[in-house]
């Protein structure tokens, strides 16, 4: 796993610029303001490394971009490298003018870039910022915090007692899955008394992967394993099957990422400690102002830079902050209407949403 690789420097403490919201929907609609002309592309990830792409940030920035009145056209990549770039193509060949990537792997997204900036199209790094690349801006949550988070997150759940500690990091071709891993051992290597007994990289973020590599280690550890820095809710769901199948559940603080309903049923359960929300609507209100800016021809607003030393560059970005969850404030994902209080709570899960204060 690398690490360090990319440091972020916010420029402003009050990381939430005066992002604009807007309104629903989805397709491909007409451009109705004066100066906003093109087209723009989104081309998202996958469906499976997070259950995010296709429940928030689609509908978000479709919501964003109908309310503005441009032109837009959003597409799924579904894990493959080939049909990033077969998209990217056919986005480019139908006229969009700004380009926003949520890239699988920094070589095909940089690839995807220069190619767009050859014909003149403008681009913005969503979510993962591409080492290497060309992109304008990169619009992201402070990826370092998102992993101090867990680190602090899995310290609470700790307390300062002696606990041997395994990480289940995210995907290598993945940078924010590095800043993760940094963010979090900056916290945790600190700690007296915590010893890192393993850490591995999942690849592809696949849960499949991360039961076998998580049985692994706790094999090789007996079972001595107090605590798991789980790079994402997916991750640490895996982890929590592998521990309930050894008859240890709820023995050992588990983290996660992404809120989702899994996780913080989990969290409801005991069996995971916290997981980080981040509230993807910010990001993708402001990857759709930035876009909307380019179309018209204006500069962005920003509030820090992500430094892309393979590029040696540093790119404009909005970088935004972070939330640590854990049962204490799980009320705040529902109350932002992350998730529904009918889908969370439902069955068995009435009572403890109840002890939890939500309701």
Known sequence: MRKGILSLTALSAAAALALT??????GDSQAASGSAKGKVGVILP??????????????????????????????????????????????????????????LDSNSAAAVQRKAQSQGVKTIDYDRLTLGGVADYYVSFDNVKVGQELGKGLQKCLGDKPANIAYLNGSPTDNNATLFAQGAHSVLDKVTGYRKVAEQAVPLWKPEKAATIFEQMWTEQKGRIDGVVAANDNLGNAAAAIVKKNGEAGKVAITGQDATLQGLQNILDGTQCMTVYKPVKQEADAAAKLAIALLKGEKGQTNGTANDPQGKRDVPSVLLIPIGVSKENIKQVVDDGFVKTSELCKGAYAAKCKDAGVE
């Open 46 to 103: 996958d469906t499976t490394s997070s259950t995010r792409y296709e429940s928030f940030d689609r509908p978000y920035l479709e919501q964003a971009f109908k309310a503005a009145g441009v032109q837009y056209d959003i597409q799924n990549a579904e894990g493959s490298p080939q049909r990033f770039q077969t998209i990217a193509d056919q986005m480019i060949t139908s006229g969009v003018t700004v380009l926003v990537v949520d890239g």
């Open 21 to 26: 919201a807007c309104g629903d929907d989805s």
